[in-house]
């Protein structure tokens, strides 16, 4: 049996990237402790005014030229965000119109850094139950209105001048969480391989809501009434609170051990695997994996030096990538594997 693969692939970053050293202007952080405990050298940050939408359709754009089709052809649109343009509605509907599709049925899926391996089971059921035929996968998150600072102008280097001490401390409690993200957008177009055992194979997803305070934004949620108070912006309320290590140590165990049952389930060898497309949150997680599962170093490649962590976009990104240097080729079997807040994790092989 055949099941979707990847026909094209697209990415979009905004502006010109931000150097760990820019964030060392605002809050108590290096550039060695970024590179070393991430991996991480640089991200990017939408401006103001600019939402994933916005990032999405220009990575759209450029999975339907490397597709060779119109956006016409595409008839089903997946949208991966946690961060939408607006609380509702969703940012496919957004995303169709800007492409010129308005009519076209857009899906919303909030997998947070998870997304992936669920869009690709997502997708390939759509297919096979011919609900559609050809799917625009967009991965695609804006943290910029999450991060701890106002000195916009300093973070990207437009001015220079010493930031307030108050604004500087507050910046500070948030260093864990401000130094990781990054904003970008990635595009796939997926359509059955037509090819007996081409494409997708199959995903393993998980969800554990015990573990929710893991990674959430703790205020402007529709517990409170009204959902934003002045006094929640007050107490940062709207900054992701996230438990830095514990998540780190859950992600190595959590994503090595579903990565195996998979491939057991599949009877697939895991030296069959050509590539594994990690979630760029930390290069140590990969790292750890890499060993846990004796993976040689160049069968899980890294782009978290110059992205940071994406969200939904990091596996789109990569896979662009590969596959635009040549590094992944058709016939390559892949394994996607990414844990996010949730929590949510799973992985997915799929046969290019
Ligand atoms: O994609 C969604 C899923 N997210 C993740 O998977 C994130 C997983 N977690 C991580 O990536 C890491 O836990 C972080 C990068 C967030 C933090 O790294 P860590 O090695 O776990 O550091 P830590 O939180 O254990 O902190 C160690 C020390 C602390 O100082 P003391 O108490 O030892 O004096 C922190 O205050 O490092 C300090 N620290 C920093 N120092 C400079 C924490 N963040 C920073 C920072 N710059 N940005």
């Known amino acids: 049996m055949s099941g979707v693969t990847i ?9 010109a990237p931000v150097p760990n050293d820019a ?3 605002v809050m108590d952080t290096s550039d060695e402790w970024i590179q070393t405990r991430t991996g991480i050298k640089q991200r990017y940050f939408a401006r103001d005014g600019q939402g994933v939408s916005d990032l999405g359709v220009e990575a759209a754009k450029m999975a339907l030229d490397d597709a060779g089709i119109e956006a016409s052809d595409i008839d089903y649109i997946i949208f991966a965000t946690m961060t939408p343009d607006y609380f509702f509605p969703g940012s496919g509907p957004l995303l ?6 308005p009519g076209v049925p857009a899906l919303d899926i909030r997998q947070q850094c998870a997304a992936m ?21 967009v991965g695609a998150d804006v943290h910029a209105g999450f991060m701890p600072w106002t000195d916009w102008d300093i973070v990207r280097s437009e001015a220079e001048r010493e930031v307030a001490r108050d604004a500087y401390e507050r910046a500070t409690k948030h260093r864990g969480l401000a130094i990781i993200f990054g904003d970008g957008a990635a595009a796939m177009v997926l359509r059955d391989s037509q090819t007996p055992d081409g494409g997708f194979i199959g995903a393993e997803l998980h969800s554990d809501g015990n573990s929710f305070d893991h990674l959430f934004v703790p205020g402007c949620g529709f517990r ?7 006094e929640a912006l007050l107490a940062d309320e709207h900054i992701p609170h996230m438990l830095g290590p514990s998540l780190l140590k859950k992600a190595v165990r959590t994503l090595s051990k579903t990565v195996r049952s998979l491939c057991e389930t599949h009877g697939v060898s895991q030296d069959d695997i050509d590539c594994f497309i990690a979630h760029q949150a930390n290069e140590r997680i990969n790292q750890a994996v890499r060993q846990a599962l004796h993976i040689p ?13 994406t969200s939904a976009a990091t596996i789109g990104i990569l896979t662009d990538e590969l596959r635009r240097d040549g590094n992944i080729r058709e016939g390559d079997l892949l394994c996607f594997l990414a844990l996010g807040a949730g929590l949510n994790w799973g992985a997915a092989l799929l046969r290019l």
């Open 297 to 309: 170093p160049e069968k899980i490649p890294s782009n978290i030096a110059r992205y940071g962590n």
């Open 224 to 230: 409170s009434i009204p959902y934003v108070t002045p």
């Open 7 to 15: 026909i094209g692939t697209g990415r979009h970053v905004p502006g």
């Open 96 to 101: 169709g119109a800007k492409l010129g599709i």
């Open 117 to 137: 391996p669920y869009a690709f089971q997502l997708a390939n059921g759509l297919v096979q139950s011919h609900a559609a035929e050809t799917i625009l996968l």
């Open 23 to 25: 964030l060392a202007r």
